[in-house]
């Protein structure tokens, strides 16, 4: 077993940051001492193989991300990360556990489905790893299967009110997944849009000739967003099931989610950095097709309503609980094209699992967040919502070693042939420029990534069984 020391550098917890040295022993972390502070009675530089000079660096968990998509099949395609690149790609940007989500489909068992993501993910990973479960086909024997995956340490599952005749649920569906939840103690996930009204839009545009992506946002609007938020919300009540809504992009769903909150209910939002960057007009209405790049659902928000702004605000508030990828990557070329002339046939998704590390970093730059809400959102937050905490998400005596080294005065140019790892054939963040740099990433105390070099290994990630949130009340 090889004791690592990370020495000098101010580790960064979300309740506070100090001048630290953090001592590993073998995959976890054995002693967390101001420096200079005697460890088993002995100088831990005596102690330790191997030493990482943090000197001027943050030391941070690494990375949760709490929703990705790699391999999923979507509109006829497939994401294009596996969990062999889309893993790698996550530890080059200083994430190191990743929570993925099964799908099942109608006439699927929930646990079969588990069975077959397990096969997709088994030895191919690069960072660890967790599942969520996609009920899409709310049946007797699916609610019976939930409690046999929390068992197994699945303790989250998505609905959607989206896609009618794919994953779409209706509120009675709805209404028998959230009871089982509550019963279980599990979290519901939701994807919350109205469904059945986008669909109307969408033929009603497509009758127009309105076939560019830009219109895949305006067929979208707020609107059905928020009322899908509040209707789950009022569900949630009803049947006390905990209720976390994913990749909230419109200002008014986070409001109704900030007023359930202050109910003292259980309700959780999430959001990404796409939603915090991006937008309508300048993505989406990129010319010709280009905007195809960014069709994401829930959409990209105008910017000039105000949705970014107020997004990150509810961050700083706490309203935010975490913020995730939604990292489901397709290429241009022969999968994003298949909407040329019909943009509801563009598969859905941007790829970012590499770059949210980064992209909230920038948000400390710029005086949106602190350094200390930085860590909570994307580390521990994350962690404590899907049943990792205090295993992930936090640097302390126990933990896995999962630690960034993060140097605040470097930069990172994102775009192709500078930060790229993942399977894409573009970058949404094309030419973004970010004042920090991941410098080093420790996985399990063995050092994954050093100075954008990868020494890590397929295989290196492990499945994570996770525990019922810590985040309920």
């Not at 309700?267 to 990129?286: D, I, K, M, N, W």
Request: negative net charge.
């Amino acid at each position: 077993m090889t004791r690592t020391l990370v020495r000098g550098g101010t580790v960064v917890s979300a309740t506070g940051s100090q001048l630290l040295d953090v001592l590993i022993d073998g995959e976890t972390i054995a002693a967390v001492v101001q420096p200079g502070t005697p460890v088993f009675g002995a100088d831990p530089a005596t102690l330790a193989e191997v030493v990482i000079d943090a000197t001027g660096k943050y030391v941070i968990p690494g990375g949760v991300d709490g929703h990705t998509h790699m391999q999923m099949p979507f509109g006829g395609t497939e994401a294009s990360d596996t969990f062999e690149t889309g893993t790698r790609a996550a530890a080059f940007g200083g994430t190191t556990t990743i929570v993925d989500f099964v799908v099942q489909t109608p006439g699927v068992r929930v646990q079969d489905a588990l069975a077959s993501w397990h096969q997709k993910a088994a030895g191919q990973c690069a960072i660890d790893y967790g599942f969520h479960q996609i009920i899409g086909d709310v049946t007797d024997e699916s609610l019976k299967g939930m409690a046999e995956l929390v068992a197994e340490g699945v303790t989250s599952f998505k609905l959607f009110m989206a896609y009618p005749g794919v994953f779409y649920s209706d509120d009675g569906k709805i209404l028998r997944a959230m009871q089982t939840s509550a019963d279980l103690g599990a979290l519901l996930m939701m994807h919350a849009e109205n469904g059945i009204a986008i669909d109307v839009l969408v033929a009603q545009a497509l009758q127009r000739g309105d076939t560019a992506p830009y219109f895949h946002g305006t067929t979208r609007p707020w609107q059905l967003e928020e009322e899908a938020t509040h209707r789950a919300i009022m569900l949630a009540q009803v049947t006390g099931a905990p209720l976390y809504v994913v990749h909230v992009s419109a200002k008014q769903a986070l409001e109704q989610i900030a007023q359930a909150r202050g109910q003292g209910l259980n309700v959780f939002g999430e959001t990404c950095p796409q939603y915090l960057y991006l937008s309508l007009e300048e993505q989406l209405g990129a010319p010709g097709f280009e905007g195809a790049k960014w069709v994401c659902s829930t959409p990209l928000r105008a910017r000039a309503e105000g949705h970014q702004d107020e997004l990150w605000r509810y961050i700083r508030t706490g309203d935010v609980a975490s913020v995730a990828t939604d990292h489901c990557p397709f290429c241009m070329k022969d999968q994003k094209e298949m909407g040329i002339g019909d943009f509801s046939k563009i598969p859905n998704g941007i790829g970012g699992v590499e770059h949210r590390m980064d992209l909230m970093f920038q948000g400390v730059k710029d005086g949106r967040i602190s350094l200390e809400r930085w860590v909570e959102v994307c580390c521990t937050e994350p962690a404590r919502m899907f049943g990792m905490y205090p295993r992930k998400g936090v640097i302390s005596p126990g933990a896995d070693a999962d630690i960034v080294v993060y140097d605040p005065d470097g930069h990172t140019s994102i775009g192709l042939g500078k930060t790229h790892h993942m399977n894409m054939d573009y970058s949404a963040y094309e030419g973004f420029e970010i004042d920090g740099h991941v410098d080093t990433v420790l996985s399990r105390g063995r050092v994954i990534v050093d100075d954008g070099r990868y020494l890590g290994s397929t295989g290196h990630g492990r499945f994570v069984p996770r525990g019922l949130s810590s985040n309920l009340i």
